[in-house]
């Protein structure tokens, strides 16, 4: 009979550390934003007096969205879009005119994810897995088109962005899907896993 009691305790303190050791995935929080219209900074684009080529106009311009990636309440990540003048060339007075989508971390617990490539966003297709070890940004370019920078970047259509918090101690992966026309960009959808994890595919929720 001891040893019948002494073989039940040992699976009984088996199971409790089985149990311990199953991994319990975070939830997700989702939200659909079907009815949000598309924002720009870019109102037309004319050609140049000089027979450059194309502009845009206004050439001093700049819209702003915010992204509540958690639904807590408090902006996590702002979208911009920029549309500035900035004298480089005489000549091709076409590239004075300049033009940005970018997407930032409000604070510094916020990040996307990039290619690697100076600040260029990486794009996810669905169900894409975004990772831990992707490499993160504080800010990000969803178009980018500067005389001066080294590298341009843009999408058109639909994309899935990676986003990343630090909340509690925590990595908190997430993910914004967006579209976009030309100059013109709206939020369609967001989520992100609510604890600790390595990572979450774009589109799941």
Not at 43 to 56: E, Q
């Amino acid at each position: 009979m001891p040893r019948l009691i002494l073989v039940a305790c040992f699976f009984l303190i088996l199971q409790a550390c089985t149990k311990d050791k199953i991994h319990v995935e975070p939830q997700i929080s989702y939200q659909e934003l079907n009815d949000t219209e598309f924002f720009t900074c870019v109102d037309t684009i004319i050609a140049h007096p000089s027979g450059c080529g194309w502009i845009i106009q206004p050439a001093d311009s700049m819209t702003q969205r915010t992204l509540d990636l958690d639904g807590d309440g408090t902006a996590d990540f702002n979208i911009t879009c920029t549309s500035f003048y900035n004298f480089v060339s005489a000549s091709y007075p076409c590239a004075n005119y300049n033009s940005t989508i970018i997407i930032n971390g409000i604070d510094t617990n916020a990040f996307i994810a990039t290619t690697g490539m100076f600040i260029d966003s990486r794009k996810y297709a669905l169900s894409d897995s975004i990772r831990s070890t992707d490499q993160w940004r504080s800010s990000a370019a969803l178009l980018l088109f500067v005389q001066q920078a080294p590298f341009t970047t843009t999408f058109d259509g639909l994309a899935y962005f990676g986003l990343k918090m630090k909340k509690n101690g925590e990595d908190w992966f997430g993910w914004v899907q967006l579209e976009k026309n030309t100059y013109k960009i709206r939020i369609l959808s967001h989520a992100v896993k609510t604890g600790q994890s390595t990572g979450i595919k774009a589109g799941e929720h």
